[in-house]
């Protein structure tokens, strides 16, 4: 781990201003995955801006009827949350399907949303890697492949997103509030706050770099059966090779999106129109793009599969 310099943070306008005044300054709360990835010296961020001391902890209903999750607000407690189990429940199950019970305790809202990718390639500093060090080349391509992405990948990077919540997030419609140095903020739908890869990989979300988030809003409550479904290869404490985030109707009718194929969190409303035809109407539309290798082409199946299994739940 390289020196860095450190301070806390007394408002979101501050916190921001702080990372705008230093040249590569970060944001630091849980940091279950920024620390990792500073000890493996993949980050070396000059200085940190701790943010934990920040009002932005609370869970809070909405007038119109949704909820205000702040960006501070730990995975244990967001996933225990009456509201959140009662109205949001592919939530709730999103989040206990992630890490470790240890993990969630510290980790939270916003850091969920900005976890940096798993590929191994994106690890190992000996080896080239666009999102690690832009222009580099991509050292999964023709590399090992099995937990890469299908779909929405470049020729730049075929690296996924790994993070369950913004999964259920997506399928939500939730969006993500922020907070520049001269307190002017913006909404930023889910749909739009992760990037595909492009030629441009490492640049993972829409966000400035001394943009903060404040909060995450869900809209009103969608009813039907909430499911969230994850294929990997041990059975805790592992990424997804295949995850589905559904709120399905007794006709079958619905939405869903996916985890663990694409560089975001992937769904098509377009193809959703499809779900009471069934899984496979709907993976034609949301796949016709892809291009998996021979290592990771299972994932389509497997997707296919693990979407007809929660229609099938959410009709029974």
């Known amino acids: 781990m390289k020196p860095f310099t450190y301070e806390r943070a007394q408002s979101p306008a501050q916190a921001a201003a702080a990372v705008a005044r230093q040249p590569g300054a970060k944001f630091i709360a849980g940091g279950t ?5 500073m000890k493996l010296q993949i980050e070396a961020p000059a200085h940190l801006v701790d943010v934990n001391g920040l009002a932005l902890d609370r869970i809070e209903a909405l007038p119109e009827g949704g909820l205000r999750i702040g960006a501070l607000v730990r995975n244990t407690d967001l996933a225990a949350d009456e509201r959140v189990r009662r109205d949001y429940g592919v939530l709730s199950r999103a989040l206990l399907a992630g890490a470790s019970g240890q993990l969630r305790n510290k980790a939270t809202t916003a850091g969920n949303l900005l976890q940096r990718t798993r590929c191994p390639y994106f690890y ?8 690690r060090r832009p222009g580099s080349g991509c050292s999964a391509s023709g590399g090992v492949t099995r937990q890469l992405a ?10 996924t997103h790994p993070s369950d919540m913004a999964v259920a997030m ?3 419609d939730a969006s993500v509030e922020t907070v520049r140095p001269d307190g002017r903020t913006r909404v930023i739908p889910i749909a739009d706050f992760h990037r595909l890869p492009g030629d441009t990989p490492h640049i993972d979300t829409v966000l400035e770099r001394d943009e903060l988030i404040t909060g995450v809003t869900l809209p009103r409550p969608v009813g039907g059966t909430h499911v969230y479904r994850k294929v990997r290869d041990r059975a805790s404490y592992a990424f997804a090779l295949v995850s589905v985030a559904a709120i399905v109707q007794r006709d079958g009718s619905g939405r869903a999106a996916f985890g663990g194929v694409a560089h975001k969190p992937w769904r098509i409303e377009a ?3 499809a779900m009471p035809q069934g899984a496979r109407a709907v993976a034609s539309q949301l796949f016709a793009q892809a291009q998996p290798t021979h290592e990771n082409a299972f ?18």
């Open 33 to 37: 995955n920024l620390l990792d990835l």
């Open 150 to 159: 299908v779909v929405g990948a470049s020729s730049a990077c075929i690296a």
């Open 299 to 316: 994932k389509l199946p497997l997707a296919e599969r693990v979407l007809a299994a929660a229609i099938e739940q959410g009709r029974s």
């Open 124 to 131: 190992d500093t000996d080896q080239p890697c666009n999102k």
């Open 170 to 172: 997506r399928v939500l």
């Open 271 to 273: 193809a959703e129109a």
